[in-house]
């Protein structure tokens, strides 16, 4: 009895330990679930951004670079106030606050204004971030990855100034194709290649070539500010009625310059008029004066 005992109650454990299981099953798929119904939502958003991204990304360049600059500048400011500076008393911290605050809004409203500083603080901190994560990861160190990531970011912050043009149409058609494919693989719960490779692809190709034919090219386009040459208005012609009397040629002496005299209309002779009773004298012609 002790043996039967014994196994229906090793029995009864293990069908206790398959309910808890099935329940843990349950239970991991309803949060499987609920991530999948999470991911789509943020993939409904990021797709936005990422068209906008890709086909209007030279024109909204100056937002993206208002909000690099906020990033900036609250990033400068929290450095700040992990350092110390503001440790102490309650006003201080709220001080502090403050100052991460107003630096965050300053780095936003400079790079936004400051078209030239906006374009070199994107690539700068984007080349910055690729940089030290491939350095670091390389090197596996993390002072090493910080001074290569420096290094590249003042190095690509310039040659986007010069090709700003060409380098504003390419990344923002860039990094918008891969965020909405990225979205569409978020939103159709896929990981084939056609939406992670494909797709980014194709809205990549279409994206720069809808920005560089839409885009007009504006070489006095400087600093944020458009540069409008005005040439100066030529006074209007002056013209004058000059009499015509006398012959063609006939100076002006009204003016320092000869003016052309009108040509008189030549008179048309006529034969001498005759009575038409007499065929003795002819009829004085009559002689007609110019009006």
Same mark, same amino acid.
């Not at 398959?18 to 949060?31: A, R």
């Not at 890709?54 to 400068?76: A, E």
């Not at 040459?229 to 040629?249: I, L």
């Not at 000869?258 to 038409?276: F, L, N």
């Given at each position: 009895?002790?043996?039967?005992?014994?196994?229906?109650?090793?029995?009864?454990?293990?069908?206790?330990?398959?309910?808890? !299981?099935?329940?843990?099953?349950?239970? !991991?798929?309803?949060?499987?679930? &609920?991530? +999948?119904?999470?991911?789509?939502?943020?993939?409904?958003?990021?797709?936005?951004?990422?068209?906008?991204?890709? *086909?209007?990304?030279?024109?909204?360049? +100056?937002?993206?670079?208002?909000?690099?600059?906020?990033?900036?500048?609250?990033?400068?400011?929290?450095?700040?106030?992990?350092?110390?500076?503001?440790?102490? &008393?309650?006003?201080?911290?709220?001080?502090?606050?403050?100052?991460?605050?107003? !630096?965050?809004?300053?780095?936003?409203?400079?790079?936004?204004?400051?078209?030239?500083?906006?374009? *070199?603080?994107?690539?700068?901190?984007?080349? *910055?971030?690729? *940089?030290?994560? !491939?350095?670091?990861?390389?090197?596996?160190?993390?002072?090493?990855?910080?001074?290569?990531?420096?290094?590249?970011?003042?190095?690509?912050?310039?040659?986007?100034?010069?090709?700003?043009?060409?380098?504003?149409?390419?990344?923002?058609?860039?990094?918008?194709?891969?965020?909405?494919?990225?979205?569409?693989?978020?939103?159709?719960? &896929?990981?084939?290649?056609?939406?992670?490779?494909?797709?980014?692809?194709?809205?990549?190709?279409?994206?720069?070539?809808?920005?560089?034919?839409?885009?007009?090219?504006?070489?006095?386009?400087?600093?944020?500010?458009?540069?409008?040459?005005?040439?100066?208005?030529?006074?209007?012609?002056?013209?004058?009625?000059?009499?015509?009397?006398?012959?063609?040629?006939?100076?002006?002496?009204?003016?320092?310059?000869?003016?052309?005299?009108?040509?008189?209309?030549?008179?048309?002779?006529?034969?001498?008029?005759? &009575?038409?009773?007499?065929?003795?004298?002819?009829?004085?012609?009559?002689? +007609?004066?110019?009006?």
């Amino acid at each position: 009895m002790n043996d039967i005992g014994m196994q229906v109650f090793e029995f009864l454990v293990a069908l206790a330990g398959i309910k808890e !299981l099935s329940e843990l099953l349950v239970s !991991l798929h309803e949060l499987d679930q &609920s991530i +999948k119904n999470t991911l789509s939502v943020v993939g409904g958003f990021t797709i936005v951004f990422g068209i906008l991204q890709c *086909f209007l990304g030279y024109k909204l360049f +100056k937002v993206w670079c208002g909000f690099i600059g906020f990033l900036v500048g609250g990033i400068i400011g929290l450095m700040l106030y992990a350092s110390g500076v503001f440790a102490g &008393s309650i006003i201080l911290q709220i001080a502090g606050f403050f100052i991460i605050l107003l !630096l965050a809004c300053t780095g936003a409203y400079v790079a936004y204004r400051a078209y030239l500083v906006g374009v *070199f603080i994107y690539a700068a901190v984007t080349a *910055f971030l690729v *940089f030290f994560i !491939l350095i670091g990861l390389i090197t596996n160190t993390v002072n090493t990855g910080l001074i290569g990531g420096f290094i590249a970011g003042v190095i690509f912050g310039v040659i986007a100034v010069i090709f700003r043009r060409f380098w504003i149409i390419a990344t923002t058609s860039v990094s918008g194709g891969i965020t909405i494919g990225t979205s569409l693989m978020m939103i159709t719960q &896929s990981t084939e290649s056609i939406w992670s490779i494909l797709v980014p692809l194709l809205f990549i190709a279409a994206g720069f070539v809808i920005q560089y034919t839409t885009v007009k090219k504006s070489p006095q386009f400087r600093g944020g500010v458009k540069v409008i040459s005005v040439q100066p208005s030529q006074p209007p012609p002056v013209y004058v009625n000059v009499a015509a009397q006398g012959t063609q040629g006939q100076e002006n002496t009204s003016g320092t310059s000869a003016t052309p005299a009108t040509p008189t209309t030549p008179v048309e002779e006529k034969p001498p008029q005759t &009575s038409p009773d007499a065929d003795t004298e002819p009829l004085p012609d009559v002689e +007609k004066t110019p009006d």
